[in-house]
């Protein structure tokens, strides 16, 4: 099945293209629930051209206990508002 995502954030890092950190919400029916995923990809500041990329998944309740101080906390408490109180408005439940 489709894996769904829904971009939460980006905080471009250094002066190379395409290089910062992403934030994303993330259904994927084959995972039990939602999760989000922080990718990043920075340039090295010790060599030039290097750049060190990776991820990491967090489930929300961790995500919300530890990016106090991310910009993709705001956007996910948003993103998760916006889909329940689309359920309520259809009286239907959501099943996460």
Do not use: C
């Not at 190379?16 to 029916?29: A, E, F, R, S």
């Not at 530890?66 to 993103?79: D, E, I, T």
């Not at 109180?85 to 439940?93: I, K, L, N, Y």
């Amino acid at each position: 099945m489709a894996v769904f995502r829904r971009e939460l954030a980006f905080a471009p890092r250094g002066s190379g293209v395409n290089t910062g950190d992403w934030w994303h919400l993330i259904l994927d029916p084959d995972a039990p629930g939602l999760y989000v995923e922080h990718t990043w990809k920075h340039m090295s500041s010790v060599v030039d051209e290097q750049t060190a990329s990776g991820s990491e998944r967090y489930g929300i309740n961790d995500f919300l206990t530890l990016a106090s101080n991310q910009p993709a906390r705001s956007a996910l408490l948003v993103a998760l508002n916006d889909m329940f109180s689309d359920a309520g408005s259809t009286g239907q439940e959501a099943d996460l």
